[in-house]
T-cell receptor, first 111, second 110 residues
Framework: EAQVTQNPRYLITVTGKKLTVTCSQNMNHEYMSWYRQDPGLGLRQIYYSMNVEVTDKGDVPEGYKVSRKEKRNFPLILESPSPNQTSLYFC??????????FGPGTRLTVL | GQNIDQPTEMTATEGAIVQINCTYQTSGFNGLFWYQQHAGEAPTFLSYNVLDGLEEKGRFSSFLSRSKGYSYLLLKELQMKDSASYLCAVTLGNGQNFVFGPGTRLSVLP
């Protein structure tokens, strides 16, 4: 089944404790993105990648890192999480000029 | 900066037609997507407009006017399952920089 998977689905952590949210797709898509979704603000793009080893900042990259060492994986790294990074996070993948397929979401709470 | 506007909430009756508008002021416009998102779930793709005009797909149609910075999503023969948020998104530059609007929450009443 073609899909985008994210892990973990739910995470509660404390300020300053490094964490990684994994994202994997099995559709051989070149493009992958990370978003955060907050009430009243909609989806905001954090980072995107157009291929292996090619990443670029979206609208809200501060406090986040990404890497794209393999085509199928695009992990999101929070080196020192803070409470304002409490949010619902979505990973997505696509081919050029086509729709994005979203993962199921990761609900992160930073205390 | 980039700005995308949508109405916050709309209500319509089962079987009716509803039009959800989206206006945008962005630089480097590439195309416009519409997504549907049910509460607690991931967004799913509805339509994509690159050129001016109407794209029809079953009960859903989407219109784009690039010169006016305007799009709408038209939903016909509304069903209860259409109660969801509808997200308008513009792609910029290389086509992978997405800017989403705040979303419109549609409630379909019996």
């Amino acid at each position: 089944e073609a899909q985008v998977t994210q892990n973990p689905r739910y995470l509660i952590t404390v300020t300053g404790k490094k964490l990684t949210v994994t994202c994997s797709q099995n559709m051989n898509h070149e493009y992958m993105s990370w978003y955060r979704q907050d009430p009243g603000l909609g989806l905001r793009q954090i980072y995107y990648s157009m291929n292996v080893e090619v990443t670029d900042k979206g609208d809200v990259p501060e406090g986040y890192k990404v890497s794209r060492k393999e085509k199928r994986n695009f992990p999101l790294i929070l080196e020192s999480p803070s409470p304002n990074q409490t949010s619902l996070y979505f990973c997505a993948s696509s081919i050029q000029g086509s729709e994005q397929f979203f993962g199921p979401g990761t609900r992160l709470t930073v205390l | 900066g980039q700005n995308i506007d949508q109405p916050t909430e709309m209500t319509a009756t089962e079987g009716a037609i509803v039009q959800i508008n989206c206006t945008y002021q962005t630089s480097g416009f590439n195309g416009l997507f519409w997504y549907q998102q049910h509460a607690g779930e991931a967004p799913t793709f509805l339509s994509y407009n690159v050129l001016d005009g109407l794209e029809e797909k079953g009960r859903f149609s989407s219109f784009l006017s690039r010169s006016k910075g305007y799009s709408y999503l038209l939903l016909k023969e509304l069903q209860m399952k259409d109660s969801a948020s509808y997200l308008c998104a513009v792609t910029l530059g290389n086509g992978q920089n997405f800017v989403f609007g705040p979303g419109t929450r549609l409630s379909v009443l019996p």
